[in-house]
């Protein structure tokens, strides 16, 4: 029982490896593209190969963990982010950089292995709240990483950023090694798809490719048009195996099931809505006053930006706990009617500190509640097999989101610089959030219509 008790926060904590690194990313680009000596764009692979990597490693390690030896595999992966954190925090070129940010990159998949531990090793009444819990502790700890990140860059440089990473994993990996119990040794686990592994591995490879350089190559030029139709017959063939393969790597038959399929489209949705906002203001608290948008922080100063979407996470996931399990499918509109105000009132105004640090609060509060809800709904609906591999899709589809956000707002800056531009991206994440908003109130008004009736 007392083993018990220590696995959800130890799972917490190895979980918060993915806000660490996280924060690694946007607030570092001009500070990589200066002691680098490579340009922003350039830099801005920094971002790119990270997140590439990550979509490709999610689905899988999702996969793997189901298995028998999910905690080695928790293991494994954070010793890769250790090792990608040393290398990026020593790297004396920027290709070599580039490498340690890709070994990172796993740190997206952390998330779904911690969930199926705590799907697998907890109560009936201590695995709903945890998984709660796992859900939305990026979002909480990114509100304490990005700070961390300024801080840190800001008084020495972004290689002590990186060490500073390292030194988190290692601790990461102390903690699992020490409090997170072994698998049944009985327990098997499904065939790997390997077939599938692949061919979704360039899918997503490919399509996030074209996603993120679109603004720098040309969104119809043949680089991106070749890259794209790339990711469609390799997602198109992906689907075709999984549907006939009888040990898939994602088994889409399951995700049919109407709340993991409104779960999964949601995710998309809110995670182009909130990257296109937090990555629009991040810029308007970085840039000069001068620019006629920019509120002039410091590095310092810039990362604490994110800190109220921390701690509206961790308040909107303790409401959602405290309601209890029936409340879960009601969170999700809930939580995206938060994140649409909070994108409506940063498109309306954000030429104040105070009104974006609003707008970051309002958002912690709908992701606390939303992103909560997601991972909770589909565990409840797939069958223990399929949890890890169900989860890390829904993972999948966040970070594919954010790619589109981050997409759009590339091209939207790109094509309207300056204050015109900002206020483009800011009113585009308005508009895709109330849209989610609305599709979830519809759906969830036909819910409730067709439970009355019977």
């Known amino acids: 029982m007392t083993e018990h008790r220590r696995l959800t926060p130890a799972l917490i904590y190895a979980a918060l490896t993915t806000s660490v690194v996280s924060s690694l990313g ?30 490709v490693a999610t689905p899988i390690m999702g996969r793997l963990g189901d298995g028998p030896h999910t905690r080695r595999l928790l293991l494994v992966s954070l010793s890769v982010i250790l090792a990608g954190s040393v290398i990026a925090a020593a790297a004396p070129v920027f290709p070599v950089f580039l490498i340690g940010r890709a070994l990172q990159g796993l740190s997206y998949g952390i998330v779904p292995v911690t969930i199926v531990l705590a799907r697998r090793h907890l109560s009936t009444v201590e695995v ?35 060490w500073f990473a390292a030194v988190f994993v290692a601790t990461a990996i102390a903690v699992v090694w020490r409090l997170v119990p072994e698998s049944e040794p009985r327990r098997t686990g499904p065939a790997f798809d390997v077939v599938g592994a692949t061919l979704l591995s360039i899918g997503l490879a490919a399509l996030l490719t074209a996603v993120s350089q679109g603004p720098n190559w040309g969104w119809f030029s043949p680089p991106t048009l070749g890259t794209a139709f790339l990711a469609v017959c390799a997602l198109v063939a992906w689907t075709a195996v999984e549907l006939r393969s009888s040990h898939p790597l994602i088994n889409l038959h399951v995700l049919r099931q109407s709340d993991v399929l409104l779960a999964n489209a949601t995710a998309i949705g809110l995670g182009a809505t909130l990257y296109m906002s937090l990555s629009t203001a991040s810029i308007i608290a970085q840039a000069p006053s001068t620019t006629g948008y920019g509120i002039g922080l410091p590095l310092f100063w810039a990362g604490f930006v994110m800190l109220p979407l921390s701690i509206g996470s961790l308040a909107g996931n303790r409401f959602v706990r ?11 509109p809930a939580g995206a009617t938060l994140m649409a105000v909070a994108a409506v009132m940063l498109a309306v105004t954000s030429d104040q500190l105070w009104e974006i640090l609003l707008g970051m609060a309002l958002f912690g509060l709908g992701m606390g509640a939303a992103y909560a809800a997601m991972p909770t709904l589909i565990a409840r609906n797939v069958a223990i097999s399929e949890v890890g591999s169900a989860v890390s899709f829904n993972q999948v589809l966040r970070t594919v989101g954010g790619a589109l956000g981050s997409a759009v707002v590339g091209a939207v800056l790109a094509a309207h610089p300056g204050a015109t531009g900002i206020d483009v991206a800011l009113a585009v994440a308005a508009v895709g959030g109330t849209l989610v908003w609305l599709g979830l109130v519809v759906n969830h008004l036909r819910v409730r219509r067709r439970t009355a009736s019977h």
């Open 26 to 55: 946007m607030l570092l680009v001009p500070s990589i593209s200066a002691e680098m000596g490579v340009g922003v764009g350039a830099a801005q692979w920094m971002l790119t190969i990270n997140l590439m990597v990550g979509a």
């Open 128 to 162: 709903d709240p945890a998984i709660s819990s796992l859900s939305v502790t990026v979002a909480t700890g990114l509100g304490i990483g990005y700070p961390l990140t300024g801080v840190i860059a800001s008084l020495a440089d972004f290689r002590a950023a990186f």
């Open 322 to 332: 405290r309601l209890g399990p029936n409340s879960t499918t009601a969170m999700l």
